[in-house]
């Protein structure tokens, strides 16, 4: 059976202004972005480039389009920075994996015309909003690009969370942590927790257990309209929440944690030589059979 292409919104979109933000802890990134901007010239007005995790400065430029040049975590903070201002985003990938950071320099080079041909093929992925509601009023509230994380923390004893959905009751997790993630999120932390792959395009959040001290557990997919609400019953000095893997707070007995959806879509643009299912296979090598010697 062949897998359906992953669905791309073709956007009429002429692509005349582009900005340029590089990660500050990839040696590569200076030299990359002069050879980015070198590509451009003869494309379109690069209106701001610079090296940094900061993408919010390049709005007052105006720019079509942004270019990321570093890794994963680059491009996710890029997405954090620009808010609900979002803007479509081609991630040059100077890291390891590159699972969002489609491109190389190579084939931005030698494939990337298509950004200017007045149709941008974009993905539109769901966010959340992750608000942290402290039992003494203090709140804290950030967009999620993959994933809101609970973990035990020291001294590592099990934890306890209710989880309500809609204002139902779901679920009491007992063990060492719960994760709620988007479907680009899907394939980060929650695949290695055991939670099911989610096509990126998909409007959901899923719910994965970390090691629950029950064998009845299992994740739950659900429609990202709904309200998830997660309240700690019992937690260690070290619980903690974190937000793609970098926005970190503790996490007490009686704090909450609210999650919906965000405001505004992550747009990334795909290479349309390839699909979803590309990076799936070629790079967490999915579906392959047993190496046979």
């Given at each position: ?70 890794g994963d975590g680059t491009l996710i903070a890029a997405v954090h ?213």
């Amino acid at each position: 059976m062949n897998m359906p292409e992953e669905t791309a919104e073709t956007v009429a979109r002429r692509v005349r202004r582009v900005a340029l933000v590089g990660s500050p802890d990839k040696a590569a990134a200076p030299e990359t972005l002069e050879r980015a901007r070198g590509w451009l010239a003869d494309r379109a007005e690069v209106v701001y480039a610079e090296i940094t995790y900061d993408s919010k400065p390049a709005l007052a430029a105006k720019p079509d389009l942004l270019i990321v040049l570093g890794g994963d975590g680059t491009l996710i903070a890029a997405v954090h920075s620009l808010r609900e201002q979002q803007l479509p985003i081609v991630g040059i990938n100077l890291g390891k994996l590159g699972y969002l950071a489609d491109f190389t320099i190579q084939e931005l080079e030698r494939e990337g015309d298509f950004l200017f041909s007045g149709e941008l093929p974009i993905t539109r992925r769901t966010m959340m909003l992750v608000s942290l509601e402290h039992r003494d009023g203090r709140c804290h509230s950030t967009p999620a690009v993959n994933d809101c994380v609970i973990l035990a923390g020291p001294p590592f004893h099990m934890i306890q969370v209710t989880v309500e959905v809609d204002g139902d009751e779901v679920a009491v997790v007992r063990g060492d942590g719960l994760i709620v993630a988007t479907p680009s999120g899907s394939t980060a932390h929650n695949l290695a927790a055991g939670g099911p792959i989610v096509e990126p395009t998909g409007e959901a959040f899923i719910l994965t257990p970390i090691c629950p001290h029950a064998l009845t557990y299992r994740p739950l997919v659900l429609d990202a309209r709904r309200r998830i609400v997660i309240r700690a019953d019992q937690a260690n000095e070290g619980t903690t929440v974190a937000t793609d893997g970098s926005i970190c707070h503790p996490f007490h007995e009686s704090d909450r944690i609210v999650i919906t959806r965000y405001g505004a879509d992550f747009l990334l643009v795909r290479n349309p030589k390839r699909s979803e299912w590309h990076a799936l296979r070629r790079k967490l090598r999915w579906g392959e059979g047993p190496n046979m010697l």
